[in-house]
């Protein structure tokens, strides 16, 4: 094949897609720490089918508008910075090749150059062996050896045995990939693409695996992105009681697992688990889909399904009467995002004037789209973004260049407690340049520390760490594993103490008893009575306890 149209480069998108879907677990697993965050293939998997939904439906012939189209569903769907990331590589490839019909091979070679080039300058800090290296040394050594490549597909092997040879050097670039022993997981995840796309150009197509997403003991349960819409359906809401361990003819449940496949399946997902019981509320397209998963874990106790898509119109009417008081509406002088997970962290922000909550956080990284949809929301002359993850803060970057007639700046908030200080400097009296300096200034002063449970064995710099134990880590340092939670908390803030500690705050999330709480909190005080502690009930899934030490 001698050039790409755009009806070729649709084929391939579908099929570098759908290869991704059937791997990403995969992906998950490379992750560097033993966390049960480890999203990395979920993150470009969601991703990339957001890309694909905006070609599935298509029949241009130009490749030009094929691949405009693609970047333009990339970047409004691109989650965690592996995501962001890869809708770059694919915004430089589409403006690389506007304006034309078809492509051969040493436009498709300026194409990845491009797309390199870009995905680099959207990263403030690029880090070497990660996806980044993957794509410029393997787009490089197609550009070198252009004048010897006789077709597309040949380009590809090149482009994929250079990919994969420069995945195999990543952990001797980023040290802390060679001591945990696993290659860079972006890489590996764009090399499942380049791959799905040159089995399309053999003529062939790889489909998606949707079996996969309901074999727990083979793979971790996360399935890919709806990429139907999310506007109507069904309100599904049902208690269910988990079966117990002794009921072979149940799964074991992973509150995980079971979170991420049915956010993967719906919207608006609300899980609650108090003992053997579990409240699930999704909006979803498919009810039945959502049940038979769920009835592998247990027996429900009560079930509600409503259909949606009958109160559309009068709920169109409502928000366009909404969106016009608002624009209507004289704008304030200030906004602020906040994104959380749980509902005491969300109540901590919003006494703090956080005007909008994003729901997200730790494996459940919000889109791009997501915060422009919040943004347009938003009333106001300027707007501060707390992304309060280092893996969301390219994604609410992006959202800020995207919406280019907003005043959006974005506080590179890498924890929850960086965004409490963060808002606690925040003056509606000062300009925005005096708050936007100030609330960074703030994220120095505060230390971040968490407990979450481990999901396999390992050595991390001399810490044993056994799976299902509780893991205490400062910033991103690993201190101590234990299999008492509150062991591991109390080591862990006494990690994080020195002489000028003066506050403490302890952030308490869902797996953690009211009683239990505040037996070691009164345990604690007597041991230091020097410091002012402030205790919250979070809420949070997956992390135990979030500390922050001022």
Not at 203 to 232: H, L, Q, R, W, Y
Not at 364 to 385: G, H, L, R, S, W
């Amino acid at each position: 094949m001698k050039t790409i149209n755009g009806a070729m480069l649709k084929k391939m998108i579908i099929s570098g897609t759908n290869n991704l879907y059937n791997h990403y677990p995969e992906i998950d697993a490379l992750n560097v720490f033993p966390v049960p965050d480890g999203d990395t293939g979920t993150n470009m998997n969601l991703t990339m089918a957001s890309g694909a939904k905006e070609v599935q439906n298509r029949n241009d012939n130009e490749v030009s508008v094929i691949a405009k189209a693609f970047s333009k569903g990339l970047l409004m769907g691109a989650r965690g910075n592996s995501g962001v990331i890869l809708s770059q590589i694919f915004r430089g490839f589409a403006k690389a090749i506007e304006g034309k019909n078809v492509i051969n091979v040493k436009e498709l070679s300026d194409a990845f150059v491009n797309g390199n080039d870009v995905a680099y300058k959207a990263v403030m800090r690029p880090v070497e062996g990660t996806i980044l290296t993957v794509i410029r040394e393997s787009s490089t050594a197609l550009h070198d050896n252009i004048d010897k490549i006789p077709s597309i597909e040949k380009a590809f092997d090149l482009l994929i045995k250079e990919a994969h040879s420069s995945l195999e050097r990543t952990p001797e670039l980023l040290p802390i990939l060679k001591k945990v022993g696993v290659v860079d997981s972006g890489a590996a995840g764009l090399i499942k693409i380049l791959e799905g796309f040159k089995v399309a150009l053999e003529g062939k197509m790889i489909e998606k695996d949707t079996a996969s997403a309901f074999e727990a003991d083979k793979k971790p349960e996360m399935a890919g992105a709806n990429v139907e819409g999310e506007e109507f359906g069904y309100c599904t809401e049902f208690i269910m009681r988990l079966a117990s361990e002794k009921d072979e003819n149940k799964k074991t449940f992973y509150e995980v697992r079971f979170s991420n496949w049915l956010s993967a399946h719906g919207n608006s997902l609300v899980v609650v688990k108090d003992d053997d019981l579990i409240k699930v509320h999704v909006h979803t397209l498919k009810p039945g889909d959502i049940l038979n998963y769920a009835q592998q874990y247990g027996e429900f106790v009560k079930l509600k399904i409503e259909n949606m898509t009958e109160q559309h119109t009068k709920l169109t009417d409502d928000k366009e009467k909404q969106n016009e008081a608002v624009q209507n509406k004289e704008p304030q002088e200030y906004a602020i995002i906040a994104v959380a997970a749980g509902a005491g962290i969300e109540e901590m922000f919003k006494e703090l004037h956080v005007d909008y909550i994003v729901s997200g956080g730790q494996t459940m990284n919000p889109a791009t789209e997501d915060f422009v949809n919040v943004i347009k929301q938003c009333n106001a002359k300027n707007i501060f973004i707390l992304p309060n993850n280092s893996n969301i803060i390219l994604a609410a970057s992006q959202a800020a260049e995207v919406c280019e007639n907003a005043n959006v700046k974005v506080i590179p908030s890498k924890s929850i407690p960086q965004g409490l200080v963060a808002c606690m400097m925040f003056n509606p009296e000062s300009s925005v340049e005096e708050n936007y300096d100030q609330m960074c200034e703030a994220l120095n002063n505060i230390t971040t520390g968490q407990v979450t449970f481990a999901i396999k064995d390992t050595m991390i710099d001399g810490v044993e760490i056994k799976k299902d134990h509780f893991m205490g880590m400062k910033n991103k340092e690993i201190i101590c594993c234990h299999k008492d939670k509150f062991h591991t908390v109390k080591e862990l803030i006494e990690s994080m103490l020195d002489e000028m500690s003066s506050i403490v705050t302890i952030i308490y999330g869902q797996d953690v008893k009211d009683d239990e709480m505040n037996k070691f909190i009164e345990e604690f005080k007597n041991e230091h009575d020097d410091l002012d502690i402030d205790v919250r009930k979070g809420e949070q899934p997956v992390y135990s306890f979030i500390i922050g030490v001022e």
